[in-house]
């Protein structure tokens, strides 16, 4: 059976409470061998931590997400910094900006509000380019809303110092082009199964086999046919399909690259 790697799943998530253990054990029957869960919060980092600390073949990734950049002490490094020494972490994140959910601008008060959040995500941004880029640990990039220029601003002082993903790639091959410029790879969810996902797939069809990696997010973004329910792990078989697919390569070929980058990218899933 081909081997996948899930290089982006929430198994903290309230969803997976109940059944977590029957989780990661379809995952392992899909083939899915090995799985990164990744926090968003310090708690959920924690999690993520602890999950890792119970099965083998699962990793964490620690970092906070733009959404919840509002919540986070002013300065990250030093809590993040101390869930990072553990052996299963092997990045940072996820992290990034997100202006998908910005309030509308409609006054001059609701503009200053918007600036001031979008200073607030850059600084917890930065802080943990800063934390990886000190550590030698990777970033895993959330990117959603017109946001994109803005990243590669923030992200180009590290270019050089930094390895990054930029997960869950929805851009078209043009910002994809950008990315791959600056040195940095992208992962793919399920939505590339969705019927309207044409630019993501023409992004999927234009990057080098070595250049990404496959993921789910769940709870999130199930494929076809699961569109819709709660998404796990071993949907990942049926993005798997669709990317063998699109990259005209065999499902053996894909399983192949696609592990061997993401233990080339997350180096301390060599280590254990
Ligand atoms: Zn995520």
């Known amino acids: 059976m081909p081997i996948f790697y899930d290089t982006h799943a929430h198994l903290d998530d ?41 099965y083998d073949n699962i990793f964490a990734v620690v970092g906070w997400h733009p959404n919840d950049a509002h919540k986070a002490p002013e300065d990250v490094r030093l809590e993040l910094q101390d869930l990072a020494l553990n052996p299963k972490v092997v990045a940072i994140g996820e992290m990034g900006l997100d202006y ?10 609701i503009g200053a509000e918007v600036e001031q959040i979008k200073q607030i995500q850059a600084r917890v941004f930065r802080q943990q380019l800063e934390l990886a880029a000190e550590l030698g ?44 410029e600056m040195g940095f790879f992208v992962s793919f969810t399920g939505i590339i199964t969705f019927r309207t996902a044409d630019i993501m797939r023409a992004s999927l069809a234009a ?20 569109r819709g329910k709660r998404c796990e792990p071993a949907y990942l078989a049926e993005t798997a399909r669709m990317a063998a697919k699109v990259k005209n390569c065999s499902i053996e070929d894909l399983s192949a690259t696609t592990c061997a980058t993401a233990q080339e990218f997350f180096k301390k899933l060599n280590a254990s």
């Open 100 to 109: 998908y959910r910005l309030p509308k601008v409609t006054s001059d008060a």
């Open 137 to 180: 640990l990777n970033c895993v990039v959330h990117q959603r809303g017109d946001c994109f220029n803005d990243i590669l601003e923030l992200m180009r002082p590290f270019a050089d110092k930094i390895r990054a993903v930029f997960h869950c790639f929805s851009e078209g091959p043009d910002a994809l082009a950008r990315v791959l």
């Open 14 to 54: 309230a969803d997976f409470a109940s059944d977590l253990p029957q989780v990661i054990e379809r995952a392992g029957a899909a083939g899915i061998a090995t799985l990164i869960s990744v926090g968003t919060d310090h708690e959920t980092s924690a999690a993520a931590v602890r999950i890792a600390g119970q």
């Open 207 to 226: 990057v080098p086999m070595n250049r990404f990696m496959l993921e789910t997010d769940c709870p999130y973004l199930a494929p076809e046919p699961h």
